[in-house]
């Protein structure tokens, strides 16, 4: 026997719960099949869990380093990391019940289980009790990624991690070498390093958070050498072997062949869509290269079919998979809509946070002639008064429109404060549209008018290039 739904969304992560919660609000019904855990990886083992132990690791710091503001704190300060993935754990279980109450509560039927597209219009559901034949007049992937593997380092040995892994460390590591010098690298690598954990990173190309504007990596490439991260640009990994309590890592650059030893290896080059054993070749999906290919609605090469998330392509954020999932259920419900988002931001947690909406400086100067604005936290006073005075503000505009091509913030906060460059490059907006906005003072946002004033030359509180 077979049940009929009007949508079945196929994973629970930030692209598929939210687009079965549009589908059940617009009166669609709806049945959402999640494998493991509700919010997928990204509230169980990737966004909210790092940023948790990013967020902790931060206070620490800022606790042991009080004293610059003469606040004296006696006695010894430490990590219990027991508690400290209790609480981690408390702040996940709270979103995704929170996921589950919401999609039950707006009339979105769950199942957990593993799916599979077994003809058109039907999917295969297999749970603990067996295998159930769902039909659709339309389904939704949004089966997210998973990290890549790399040859000679398996994440089924205890001592290779993956980020999954690493976010449940119930110890501080002494030491621990880290693979890939990419956001998820520099985002865990810091938060160890903070704790007390000798980290070194190693990095296949010549320059850490590769693509990413050449001032901002500079600036991480600073800290980290001040936090004592050890960082070894255009080396390779080779392999690794077990040592006494720890790993012996092979590596090799231009120098020639060394080895690290430490407790853990931790690899992040990447992750990889989830699209196999979804029966996409059987029914002849057309692919792009490893995502699966779609158009400006998200509907695959099938029309009952659509996918959204890591599996539709780059980027790979969290924040795109949600609008993805959105826009896919207006469409699943009858509504003339696309996906037609302007820019995406992009947020590295790193210390200091990096931050960017549309084009960065180098990316807008190879496409014609920009103007640039930039504002360094320091001239800021609500940076000031928090000590937190590292970072900059730029905008970048076009030198004959002044329309805004693109916002990069690198210091505190910055990935609250990218939002309203994201706004005003969706808007289409002139640097003065930001520039004649009254900030309120004293806030970091100021930062973002100076800068849009400063690409004009008209800034106040800097010198005008």
Known sequence: MTTRYQAIVIGAGPGGYPCAIRLAQMGVKTLIIEKEN?????????????????TAAKRYEEITHANTMGIRVDGLVSVDMGALQGWKDSVVKKLT?????????????RVIGTARLVGPNRVAVRTEAGETIYEADHVVLATGSRPIEIRGFSYADARVLDSTKALALTEVPRSMVVIGGGYIGLELGSVYAKLGTKVTVVEGTDG????????ATKLIARNLKKAGVETLLSHKALGWEAIENGVRVSVEGASGPRTIDADYVLVTVGRRPNTEQLGLEDLGIAMAGPFVAVDEQRRTSAPWLFAIGDVAGQPMLAHKATHEGEVVAEVIAGHDVKYDARVVPAVVFTDPEVAVAGMMEH??????AIKVGKVPFAAIGRALTTGETEGFFKVVIDAASHRVLGVTIVGAHASDLISEAALALELDAEALDIGLTIHPHPTLGEGVMEAAKAALGEAVHVMNR
């Open 363 to 368: 990316e807008a100067a190879a496409k014609g």
């Open 38 to 54: 509700w919010g997928g990886v990204c509230l169980n083992v990737g966004c909210i869990p790092s940023k948790a132990l990013i």
């Open 97 to 109: 019940g929170g996921v589950a109450q919401l999609l039950t509560g707006n009339g979105a039927d």
């Open 208 to 215: 850490l958070l590769p693509g990413f504007d050449p001032d």
